[in-house]
């Protein structure tokens, strides 16, 4: 683990669901984030991902529309974000009271290996992780691994099109053990058997801090 990481904003002050998957997502597994991101902010957790193209995007993107807290770890510096179309997104989330994380400094550009890197804070910060959809190589399969062999986190998986290469990684994240989740329903369930205070967490989520820029051990 880095020593320190770099934040703009406030790290949401709830248990945090990591949210991996496609950049290139298919309309079914986008069709599960609106259900998903739903059963997360009604069970009092907030989201962390990446702010990749694709599912991270579009997680963040729906729980900024349901008024949850939702938290960006980049692969740069604070000041170089990527991809660069997502700028306002970055700011809104920021906005809204969610946060920005990174281990670079300000100004470090994305490179390809810092990626990866960025993928096990992910799973560090998260409390549990849920795979949307993920091909038989993927940096949400890698992602997956470090949260469950590495850090002991609970992994969950959407399932997909038996076949389909583009979700070859998420059904066999399921064949070796990882909670199926189908609906909302699934999703509530297993997140109560990790948090039973939703309730308590819940109000935090409507009470966290006022954005604004820090610097934090981990």
């Not at 939702?70 to 946060?99: D, K, M, N």
């Not at 583009?166 to 189908?182: E, I, K, P």
Request: with cysteine.
């Amino acid at each position: 683990m880095p020593f320190r990481l770099r934040a703009c904003g406030s790290l949401p002050r709830v248990p945090l669901l990591g949210v991996v998957g496609s950049r290139r997502p298919s309309s079914c597994a986008l069709a599960s984030l609106p259900w998903m991101v739903k059963g997360a902010i009604s069970a009092g957790w907030g989201i962390i991902s990446g702010g990749a193209r694709g599912i991270d995007a579009a997680a963040h993107r729906e729980c900024l529309r349901l008024c949850g807290c939702t938290a960006v770890v980049l692969g740069s510096g604070l000041s170089q974000c990527y991809p660069p179309e997502h700028a306002g997104l970055f700011r809104a989330i920021v906005a809204s009271g969610g946060c920005l994380l990174s281990e670079y400094e300000d100004d470090a550009p994305p490179r390809p290996w810092r990626f990866p890197r960025r993928n096990r804070l992910i799973s560090a910060l998260c409390r549990a992780l849920v795979v949307v959809q993920a091909a038989e190589k993927s940096g949400s399969l890698s992602t997956a691994r470090i949260a469950s062999e590495q850090h002991g986190k609970t992994v969950m998986a959407i399932p997909g099109a038996t076949g389909s290469a583009d979700w070859v990684g998420s059904n066999r994240l399921l064949r070796d053990g990882a909670l199926l989740v189908t609906d909302q329903e699934d999703l509530e369930v297993c997140l109560g058997m990790l948090q039973p205070s939703a309730e308590t967490n819940a109000e935090h989520n409507e009470g966290h801090r006022s954005p604004g820029e820090d610097h934090f051990a981990l």
